[in-house]
């Protein structure tokens, strides 16, 4: 009898561990959209961040055995411009460009709600929840940004979007600015009088 009900447990297991996805997430709504860059966005970051650790410690050891400490204040401040170049700048840079990156973006249908997953500083998921009314697209194609939630810029790739019509519902696209099907009814009403 013990044995059959551990055995039996491990199959449920190994059923519901094959059929979830470690992003199902249904506070947040269905998964519309999974960014194919992620994890070379956080590799990255990363290697950056790492790098600039590196940097940090290895300072003081070069300055000692290198006697840029003794030398002229030019030549060190040369030194720690170049230094905080890579120890500060680009992980800076890198964090501005890639912070829009859309990790995962769920949807809730009867909230018209949309949540966007993105990298932090530090690094970890952040959850961005906004309405598809606060979408804005920018006016000049810009290199980082498809869109605006609120004030937030948010980069997707259109073409990773596995259903088009989620795509066309996220930009505003399937909603015409000319005029509403209401408003089609009362002109063809018009007519007929």
Known sequence: GFIFQVTSFQGVAVRSLS??????HPEHGRLVYKGNLAKTVLGVKFFSYSTSIFNLFMMPYIMLKSGIGVESLLVQAAFYGLIGIFTFVTPVTLHILTKGYVIRLYYKD?????????????LAEKVTVFHQ???????ITKMFTTFYAKTKSMLVNPTLFPNPQDYNHLMGYDKS?????EDLEEVKEADER
């Open 133 to 139: 009314k606060d979408v804005k697209i920018p006016d």
């Open 110 to 122: 009867e909230m018209d709600t949309y949540t966007a997953i993105t990298y932090n500083a530090i």
């Open 19 to 24: 059929t979830s996805s470690p992003h199902d």
């Open 177 to 181: 600015s000319f005029f509403k099907i």
